[in-house]
């Protein structure tokens, strides 16, 4: 098996998603979330906050317009896109748009490899554009988890 076979694999299985209720709503917009790992908040949220994320996990509120990214309903605790290092791909205005977070993959660079390499797959785009390589999803990436469906989501919008 070749080098980019294996990294789409080890990256789509490396952290799979846990078995928690995704049923918390974001206390702003009331939008539905996705449940975060607080490992990989501590590593989203800028520097001076990090004492506020305490032990608890988060969920990420995946209304595009809303202003927070993730939340603790428990503890009544918020963070907002200005306390977030990364822009969330997803949200209004992020720039830039990262398809994969670990390699600094832009949506605008899985496009150009389907529309100039002819790219119709995830292992053509991780071929063309190096996304997925040292996979550290769990730190990296605001969901903690692998860009795989991110990029495939890129390339069945543009396909």
Not at 74 to 82: G, N, Q
Not at 102 to 108: D, H, L, R
Request: proline letters at 4%.
């Amino acid at each position: 098996m070749n080098k980019i076979a294996l990294n789409v694999i080890s990256c789509k299985t490396n952290l799979k998603s846990d078995a928690k209720d995704n049923n918390s709503f974001c206390p702003v917009c009331r939008g539905p979330g996705i449940f975060v790992k607080n490992i990989t908040v501590r590593h989203m949220v800028s520097d001076d906050l990090l004492e506020k994320v305490g032990i608890s996990d988060y969920y990420l509120c995946m209304n595009k317009d809303c202003q927070i990214t993730y939340y603790n309903n428990d503890f009544k605790i918020e963070f907002k896109k200005s306390d977030i290092k990364v822009p969330i791909w997803f949200k209004k205005d992020a720039k830039p748009k990262y398809a994969c977070y670990c390699n600094k993959v832009t949506e605008e660079q899985v496009i150009n490899a389907i529309i100039d390499n002819n790219a119709t797959s995830v292992k053509d785009v991780v071929r063309i554009t190096g996304a997925m390589n040292n996979p550290n999803c769990q730190i990296n990436n605001p969901l903690g988890k692998c860009c795989h469906h991110i990029i495939q989501e890129i390339i069945d919008k543009n396909l």
